[in-house]
């Protein structure tokens, strides 16, 4: 029971561990229900909040490379007592038994229901947005300053296969062992040669991000300009893309003339990312941010519209994705590839060597070619663009798609089973193998504990799936606020919603008691409110309700989280040029991944003194 406003991880780990008992009470007595309890709290005690998020975790991947027939399980390499005579961990003994042998490995008819529940419990805190120490920063500093170093190897290749390329014509090339690699470079540059063949790179609406610049301006000073690198105004110019007309560059003839023309790097930030440590993203400044925005939308929406790519490449819809993860669980005709620091991996030299040079050219004008580091070092950069920058997304997905689909050559099946969304990518089994290797022959790298090509476990685009199944756990990664807060209120509310779903209770229960103590009576689903609502409260009647004449409807006061809104009135010209930017952004589909955005209400109409910043909302009572 909760008696305070707190809520306690080990009450919400026993929580879920009774809803497991309670799904499989055959295999659990009351004897080892009490022992399972006691462990976990004991290992809590001894080992705080890492047990959770850290070791549990450890298992779980253990398991799901055990699931997929590449690692048999071996409880004892992570951290857990054995079973006598056994690989299997006492904890959760009685549902590892039902999965696997003694040994580790699969059984014959494993129990989908044991995997989806062992699952929850080993990956319930895995991303839980913990504070993490200065080791952890330097670390991913560290692994990002690495992958520089390596990709200096892959720069010597790849200028190589250009050079062999570009020496003799193919039809009066000797055999060589380099003739597959070349093939593969010429069709691969043949499909992207064709998929851009009537896009013109030039015809783009820049627009502003709404994250954080290199430059470090706020939202509103970013229509002012002071700086257009000379970079992008070779092929971007400064008249023509920075200004909303010659009326524009007259009336502010002074700021036009005395604009620099320096090329500035961008700017390495560590954003939360989960228990495992923080994110690296490279903030661009704000002259490139602006075409690279324009050119990243009018990319995406050409591919997702072009009869090429349309059904192969996604940068909106994770949909596909996930029934290729749950249709190659279900008879291991396909095979889901994960790729690890995809957005860093992808160099420069690999972008010039595959997109036709038009194409090539764009990207190069808006390309960061630096960045500064958290200690202030600048870090030339020879990845195409490391993530920030809203051009890694599709040049990243284009590559790969382009590298595969030449690497099925005329395999007509093979080529139009490939699917790729960023770096998750789905292909036939039969031919994963050899899409690894090429893959990482061009310098890219498979993350082989994510990607599952034998066995019947599958998992992209945030779906697990075993045989069929949808076996994704929950996942809590807004920590619980003892006091009353927006992300907290909003992101707990769905964690419950999501817990009920699946048949969790009494986490269910006891994460609505919580939010009812602290927030008072939360309303439900079938109220049908524009609010976080739950699927089942029986305190929702307390709910302060009226008849609302006006409307001729009953409301209801609640809790919702709205966004803030910042109101900041410019000078007309920039108002202006903000206005012929981002008055088509409430239709906009595409969002750039890892980054937050700005977000408009449907029913609100555009304002151009007006912003707002997701993540950024406020928690009030209102009339529903």
């Not at 692994?143 to 062999?164: H, P």
């Not at 920075?242 to 009326?247: A, C, K, L, Q, T």
């Not at 420069?348 to 190069?364: K, T």
Request: proline residues 6%; charged residues 20%; hydrophobic residues 35%.
């Amino acid at each position: 029971m909760v008696h305070d406003k707190s809520l306690d991880d080990n009450e919400i780990i026993a929580a879920l561990l009774r809803d497991v008992f309670r799904h499989h009470g055959v295999v659990f007595n009351n004897s080892s229900q009490k022992n399972t309890l006691n462990k976990v709290s004991s290992r809590i005690a001894s080992e705080g909040l890492g047990f959770l998020s850290k070791t549990l975790p450890r298992l779980g991947k253990a398991l799901d490379r055990a699931l997929t027939n590449s690692t048999p399980l071996n409880c004892a390499e992570h951290g857990f007592e054995p079973i006598p005579g056994s690989n299997l961990p006492k904890f959760l003994g009685e549902l590892f038994s039902l999965v696997l042998y003694p040994d580790g490995t699969v059984l014959p008819e494993p129990s989908v229901q044991a995997v989806r529940s062992l699952r929850q419990v080993l990956y319930l805190y895995y991303k839980y947005e913990l504070p993490y120490s200065t080791e952890q920063e330097q670390q991913v500093v560290d692994r990002f300053v690495k992958t520089e170093d390596d990709l200096s190897i892959v720069t010597t290749s790849l200028r190589e296969i250009e050079e062999a390329c570009n020496a003799i014509p193919w039809s009066n090339r000797p055999y060589s062992i380099w003739d597959d690699q070349l093939r593969i470079v010429r069709d691969a540059q043949r499909l992207l040669a064709k998929l851009f063949a009537s896009f013109d790179p030039k015809n783009v609406i820049p627009r502003h991000g709404p994250g954080a610049v290199a430059t470090k301006q706020q939202l509103w000073e970013k229509y002012r300009w002071t700086n257009v690198s000379a970079n992008i105004a070779k092929y971007y110019p400064t008249d023509s893309y920075y200004y909303v007309s010659y009326g524009h560059i007259c009336d502010e003839l002074k700021q036009f003339v005395a604009l620099t023309e320096v090329d500035l790097p961008a700017r390495v930030v560590l954003v939360p990312k989960d228990s495992r440590g923080p994110r690296l993203i490279s903030c661009e400044p704000v002259d490139y941010q602006w075409i690279q925005q324009g050119l990243g939308r009018a990319i995406v929406e050409h591919v997702e519209s072009t009869e090429l790519t349309k059904f192969n490449v996604f940068f909106t819809n994770q949909l596909p994705n996930q029934f290729g993860a749950l249709l190659g669980s279900q008879d291991g005709r396909y095979a889901t590839l994960d790729l690890n620091e995809a957005s860093d991996r992808v160099s420069v030299d690999l972008v010039r060597l595959l997109f036709p040079s038009h194409i090539y050219e764009a990207l190069e004008a808006c390309r960061s070619s630096a960045t500064i580091l958290p200690s202030g070092q600048i870090l030339p950069l020879k990845k195409f663009a490391p993530m920030g920058s809203c051009l890694c997304f599709p040049v990243m997905a284009l590559t790969i798609w382009a590298i595969l689909t030449a690497k099925a050559g005329s395999d007509q099946d093979t080529r139009e089973s490939i699917l790729v969304y960023g770096d998750d990518v789905i292909v036939p089994r039969a031919f994963a193998l050899d899409a690894i290797e090429q893959l990482e022959s061009f310098g890219l790298k498979i993350n082989r504990d994510k990607s599952c090509i034998s066995g019947l476990f599958r998992e992209s685009c945030g779906t697990d799936a075993f045989q069929g199944i949808n076996v994704t756990p929950v996942r809590l990664r807004t920590v619980w606020s003892s006091s009353r807060s927006p992300e907290s209120y909003a992101s707990w509310v769905a964690y419950a919603t999501s817990f009920w779903h699946k048949g969790y209770f009494s986490v269910y229960d006891l994460i609505v008691e919580a939010l009812s103590h602290l927030y008072g009576p939360i309303p439900t689903n079938d109220m049908h409110l524009a609010c976080p609502s739950l699927p089942e409260n029986p305190l929702a009647h307390r709910l302060h309700s009226r008849s609302n004449r006006s409307l001729q409807k009953r409301q209801w006061k609640v809790w919702d989280v709205q966004p803030k809104r910042l109101t900041h009135v410019m000078d007309g010209w920039s108002m202006l040029l903000r206005y012929f930017s981002e008055g088509d952004r409430a239709s906009s589909s595409y969002e750039t991944p890892w980054v937050g955005h700005l977000t408009f209400e449907g029913d609100i109409p555009f304002s151009v003194s007006q912003y707002t910043r997701k993540r950024s909302s406020i928690l009030k009572r209102v009339w529903r």
